[in-house]
């Protein structure tokens, strides 16, 4: 599988140690993040081109993921998720890995990597790399939405439409 990483200063240790943890085990690595240490640089740049490179693989049929690193991940997601068609989701367990992929088909995951041990971000990662998605047709409907209202703004109709209160007015 082809593995395309990112981060900024605060991931950047973190990212080196990973990507030759993730080639020892036979998946090809994309750097997409600074080449040297600078602590002012900025994250967005790095983690919408590695998302952006998740979705040019996988919609040309390459099995591909991503894994964007910084402070606390939050951010990293945010860019992320800005390219349509990425799902990032934020991972701090083995379980918020697990379910990213079983649940959300989440094709990037953000990790903060002054939150984390070493350790426990290989265990995180992996478990993502080999969770396959359920394809349960509840989360297939809804990834679909998600789809849906990242291309051309559509959502399922409001149920509480006809509760909406005229301008100004309360809600009844």
Same mark, same amino acid.
């Given at each position: 599988? @082809?593995?395309?990483?990112?981060? !900024?200063?605060?991931?950047?240790?973190?990212?080196?140690?990973?990507?030759?943890?993730?080639?020892?085990? %036979?998946?090809?690595?994309?750097?997409?993040?600074?080449?040297?240490?600078?602590? #002012?640089?900025?994250?967005?740049?790095?983690?919408?081109?590695?998302?952006?490179?998740?979705?040019?693989?996988?919609?040309?049929?390459?099995?591909?993921?991503? &894994?964007?690193?910084?402070?606390?991940?939050?951010?990293?997601?945010?860019?992320?998720?800005? #390219?349509?068609?990425?799902?990032?989701?934020?991972?701090?367990?083995?379980?918020?890995?697990?379910?990213?992929?079983?649940?959300? !088909?989440?094709?990037?995951?953000? &990790?903060?990597?002054?939150?984390?041990?070493?350790?426990?971000?290989? @265990?995180? &990662?992996?478990?993502?790399?080999?969770?396959?998605?359920?394809?349960?047709?509840?989360? #297939?409907? @809804?990834?679909?939405?998600?789809?849906?209202?990242?291309?051309? %703004?559509?959502?399922?109709?409001?149920? @509480?439409?006809?509760?909406?209160?005229?301008?100004?007015?309360?809600?009844?």
């Amino acid at each position: 599988m @082809r593995i395309h990483i990112a981060t !900024d200063h605060a991931g950047l240790e973190f990212s080196t140690q990973l990507q030759h943890h993730l080639a020892g085990q %036979g998946h090809e690595v994309v750097d997409h993040g600074p080449i040297e240490y600078d602590p #002012v640089d900025d994250y967005p740049a790095f983690c919408i081109r590695a998302a952006q490179a998740v979705v040019v693989d996988q919609r040309a049929g390459v099995p591909a993921l991503g &894994i964007v690193f910084g402070g606390s991940g939050n951010g990293e997601q945010i860019a992320a998720n800005k #390219v349509e068609g990425v799902r990032a989701a934020l991972v701090w367990s083995i379980a918020t890995a697990e379910l990213a992929r079983e649940h959300n !088909d989440a094709n990037v995951i953000a &990790i903060g990597a002054r939150q984390h041990a070493f350790e426990d971000v290989v @265990r995180f &990662i992996d478990r993502f790399i080999e969770t396959p998605f359920s394809q349960d047709e509840r989360h #297939v409907r @809804r990834i679909a939405q998600i789809a849906a209202y990242e291309t051309d %703004g559509s959502l399922l109709p409001d149920p @509480r439409a006809d509760e909406q209160p005229e301008a100004g007015g309360p809600r009844t």
